[in-house]
């Protein structure tokens, strides 16, 4: 029995390969100007930000290691040296996880709390300034949506 041939591929209409190539762009361009603002005012990583962000989210203001790390698109080596770095300025503290004596919790401080507290702002003007302030006539339900379709897929 033969293989049907799949259809040839359908070009990109000249709209849709302006949009795949300045997405590219804004992958690549955001996460850069949002670490060097922080940076230059912070004197705070965007990763360290990030980290002490989504710690604050966490019920109990605390995570798995390994469940973090994902959360913040890191690998497990890269998380543990962070944490380190994070645990060092007394953001964070790792605790053994009760019910896997190999797993490491990590969770927030008083004193992350604080230093996430002492940041936002910082961020909070960058986005704008990056991000939100060019999307004024954007239906950011609509976009939201199609950013959700295109992470899921």
Known sequence: MSAVPAPAPQPLSGEEEAVVRAFGRVLAVIPRVLDADLEREQRMSLSEYTVLRILSEAP?????MSELASACDMSLSGM???ASKLESSRFLERQPCESDARGFHAVLTDAG??????AWPTHLT???RHITDHLRDVDLGKLAAALDKIANS
Request: aromatic fraction near 0%; avoid cysteine.
């Open 126 to 128: 960058s986005v704008r």
């Open 80 to 82: 543990t040296r962070l």
């Open 113 to 118: 709390l604080a230093r996430l507290e002492r």
């Open 60 to 64: 109990g203001r605390r995570m798995r």
